[in-house]
């Protein structure tokens, strides 16, 4: 699990979120959103067994500000968090920290024309986002095919950014920006 550079994400239907990641062709996670908690609050389990691997757990009750802890459940290990980043309306960005807390990278939402339509038109058009290094430089993608249910593929350089962050990380930031 995690030995790849591309995975799939896809949203099933539901009256909440469910994600099912991909790493080729074969399904590694599931996960399952509550909707109406007050603090976000949801587990990503391997998809044959059921087990739980990774935890996600908001630090505080309002989004804009938290941070979403991914916690390895087996080993307990902190892999990092994604923390939205300064708000725009134009251009999300979050922040990708790594155990320690401090900024290992960044997502950032590519294509400003596309999300200002995607928020004022329809979450139809295909969202992009860039990841980055500390030093901004690219080390990945996330970009979402033309779908009624997310579906969208996460690239990644696992040498230079933990494929565990980025694309739980990724199922994050779908979440709770309910795309």
């Given at each position: 699990?995690?030995?790849s550079?591309r ?10 979120n469910?994600y ?18 007050l603090?976000?609050?949801?587990r ?5 067994s059921g087990?739980e691997r ?14 979403y802890?991914?916690?390895d459940s087996?080993?307990g ?8 980043g ?5 251009k ?7 155990p320690?807390g401090?900024?290992v990278?960044?997502?950032?939402e590519?294509?400003v ?17 860039r ?5 901004s430089e690219p080390?990945?993608?996330v ?5 009624l249910?997310?579906k969208y ?6 040498e ?5 962050l980025?694309?739980?990380g ?10």
């Open positions: 699990m995690f030995d550079s995975y799939e994400v896809r949203q099933k239907v539901s009256i909440s469910k099912v990641v991909y790493e080729g062709d074969e399904p590694i996670l599931s996960a399952k959103q509550k909707k109406f908690k603090k976000e609050d949801f990503l389990n391997d998809h044959d087990e990774f935890r996600v757990k908001a630090d505080s009750v309002l989004d804009v500000s938290a941070a802890d991914i916690v087996r080993t290990e902190r892999v990092g968090a994604v923390k939205r300064a708000f725009s309306f134009a999300h960005t979050y922040q990708l920290l790594g320690g401090s900024v990278g960044r997502i950032v590519d294509n024309p596309m999300a200002v339509a995607r928020r004022l038109l329809t979450t139809l058009i295909p969202f992009s986002y990841i980055e290094d500390a030093t080390v990945g993608a970009s979402e095919q033309f779908s249910r997310d593929t996460v690239d990644v350089d696992r230079r950014i933990d494929p565990r980025a694309v739980v990724a199922v994050v930031i779908d979440a709770i920006e309910e795309n």
